[in-house]
């Protein structure tokens, strides 16, 4: 059974770029969320995907926007980059909105 | 902004020793979660608490939940290096099962 993945793992980007960061949930899975972690911190929730629906949304401006596919992978957008941007990435599926979350080695994003 | 609050943020100790993490939170959570990171990796999840008051022993760790459901400890008898990682706490709330970690605890026991 594979885990989840995700997509690139590191990434350089420069202020006012898009990026999108992709991650494939677990087999099985039809449930995805993102999560932000800045340096030192603990993981802060953006959104979640559940059945290619937005399920919940944390405090991220619309810039921070997604997308589920009908495999259950999905996407992070973030649009207009900003230096407070920097972070490592997480994603985490699991198999319904009330089940165990586990999570992928996340991508790390630098913005110079 | 972290609703969730552990303490210490630091925890350098020799192996064999016993150490503490506190979680903290005027919030209530239907569930509060522990996860360990690791360099390089997501967090994994440890255990769930579910009932105020609720212990929970996962070998060497002892989880407890606060009567009020707003607070958690995790307890670590003869640390060993291997223990070493960054601890967080999660209150679960919400339909989404939405996750609010705490601003995590990196534990370094020393051979």
């Known amino acids: 059974e594979t885990g989840v993945t995700q997509s690139p793992t590191h990434l350089i980007k420069t202020r006012g770029q898009q990026v999108t960061l992709r991650c494939s949930s677990q087999?099985?899975?039809?449930?995805v969320s993102w999560y932000q972690q800045a340096l030192g911190q603990g993981p802060q929730f953006i959104f979640q995907y559940y059945r290619e629906e937005e399920n919940g949304r944390g405090n991220f401006p619309p810039r921070f926007s997604g997308l589920q596919f009908p495999n259950y992978s999905s996407e992070l957008n973030v649009n207009a980059l900003e230096l407070d941007d920097s972070a490592l990435y997480l994603c985490?599926?699991?198999?319904?909105?009330?089940?165990?979350?586990?999570f992928g080695p996340g991508t790390r994003l630098l913005v110079l | 902004t972290q609703l969730l609050e552990q303490s210490p943020q630091f925890l350098s100790i020799q192996e064999g020793e016993n150490l503490t993490v506190y979680c903290n939170s005027s919030?209530?959570?239907?569930?509060l979660q522990w996860y360990r990171q690791e360099p390089g990796e997501g967090p994994v999840l440890l255990v769930t608490?579910?009932?105020?008051?609720e212990v929970k022993k996962l070998k060497r760790l002892t989880f407890q939940f606060g009567d009020a459901r707003k607070d958690s400890s995790l307890h670590i008898t003869a640390a060993q290096p291997g223990d070493t990682g960054l601890y967080l706490c999660a209150g679960v709330r919400g339909s989404a099962r939405q996750l609010t970690f705490g601003s995590g605890t990196q534990l370094t026991v020393l051979p």
């Open positions: 985490a599926s699991s198999a319904g909105q009330q089940e165990t979350q586990y």
């Open positions: 608490v579910v009932t105020g008051g």
């Open positions: 087999s099985g899975h039809n449930t």
């Open positions: 919030s209530v959570f239907s569930s």
